[in-house]
């Protein structure tokens, strides 16, 4: 089973519109934690915003946040105000607790967003 | 600048001539790992490394070999390249050794487009 899912392969927004990317995970390590990165063309990744599963409140970096609901397993990004230079692909990623014994995050197969002027 | 480099950046070569790409990074970071790209697939971790001399195969680690003998330093060999190698290869770093809580991104190199023929 995939551990995380991205089911928007891609996605359009209007210049400084809010903008939603969906994520959904799979784990039954109840200590784990959710990243986001940014892929612009360039290559390469840029680190968002990162949510631990035990922490109480949603996680915000400037225009991102992250709205986590845990019960839903899900780990969307919210980009506020979209911006021109925001076009770029997006990848969830999850790292379990320590019984992994790796330290790999999984990766989502990513959403290309679009922002048109 | 904190930074994690990769070179090449681009490197095309023909099947069974063996390569190195090298990956070093400034930060002191105890982990290092390698990642492919593939379009649908994400990122799939190749090896993985907690501290020097310690090694570990990921999720594709087939075709591949890595050494870690000095902290800055995690080249990524292949013996004899195949053209399913063909991919974005990433290499990335970061400060805690054990997955868990806590906020430790992967910081990324550029990443380096390899082409077998």
């Known amino acids: 089973a995939q551990k995380i899912t991205q089911t928007q392969p891609g996605m359009f927004v209007q210049e400084k519109e809010a903008v939603t990317l969906d994520c959904t995970y799979d784990t039954s390590d109840p200590s784990y934690g959710l990243f986001w990165y940014k892929q612009p063309s360039s290559g390469e990744m840029i680190f968002l915003i990162y949510?631990?599963?035990?922490?109480?409140q949603n996680a915000t970096e400037g225009r991102y946040s992250l709205n986590f609901q845990k019960a839903r397993k899900s780990a969307n990004l919210v980009i506020s105000a979209s911006q021109l230079g925001d076009s770029a692909m997006y990848f969830c990623a999850m790292r379990e607790g320590e019984d992994t014994g790796r330290r790999a995050l999984t990766f989502g197969s990513g959403t290309r967003l679009q922002v048109q002027p | 600048e904190a930074q994690v480099t990769q070179n090449p950046r681009y490197l095309i070569t023909v099947t069974g001539k063996k390569l190195t790409v090298t990956c070093s990074q400034n930060m002191n970071h105890e982990y290092m790992s390698w990642y492919r790209q593939d379009p649908g697939l994400g990122l799939r971790q190749i090896y993985y490394s907690m501290n020097v001399e310690v090694t570990d195969k990921g999720d594709v680690p087939e075709g591949y070999k890595v050494s870690r003998k000095e902290k800055r330093n995690f080249p990524l060999i292949l013996e004899s390249p195949s053209p399913n190698q063909t991919s974005l290869y990433f290499c990335a770093s970061s400060l805690e050794a054990m997955a868990g809580t806590g906020n430790s991104p992967l910081h990324f190199g550029n990443g380096t487009r390899l082409t077998v023929t």
């Open positions: 949510q631990g599963s035990y922490d109480q």
